[in-house]
């Protein structure tokens, strides 16, 4: 079993910056992909970014490409996700994801996902 637990969400204005943090327990973390996915109310859920467990590779969704950065510290058992440039449309519950994973790639699908935290608000006004 993997527990997730995210911190760093807020109510924040557009073009503010936020870093949201995932600390996971229960497995060795090196051996998990993550990711970061989000949902707004009324609307489905989406991905966002994701890691590999080395790090040495990760992809973003269109939306928010160039604007967030997913980095990962395993001897810190922690996955973050830097949001920079911060819009309305970012609004949204943020969900960290992990898997374990033979390999050291990334996973987008939500269904590759063994475990979810239980989410950190964040709220953009305009």
């Known amino acids: 079993q993997v527990q997730l637990v995210e911190s760093g969400g807020g109510l924040v204005q557009a073009g503010d910056s936020l870093r949201l943090a995932c600390t996971a327990s229960g497995r060795t973390f090196s051996n998990l992909s993550m990711g970061w996915f989000r949902q707004a109310p009324g609307k489905e859920r989406e991905f966002v970014a994701s890691i590999s467990r080395s790090a040495t590779a990760s992809y973003y969704s269109e939306p928010v490409k160039g604007r967030f950065t997913i980095s990962r510290v395993n001897a810190k058992n922690t996955v973050y996700l830097q949001m920079n440039s911060l819009k309305p449309e970012d609004t949204a519950k943020y969900y960290c994801?992990?898997?374990?994973?033979?390999?050291?790639?990334?996973?987008?699908?939500?269904?590759?996902?063994?475990?979810w935290g239980q989410g950190t608000q964040v709220t953009v006004s305009s």
């Open positions: 994801a992990a898997v374990w994973s033979y390999s050291d790639i990334y996973y987008i699908a939500g269904d590759r996902y063994d475990y």
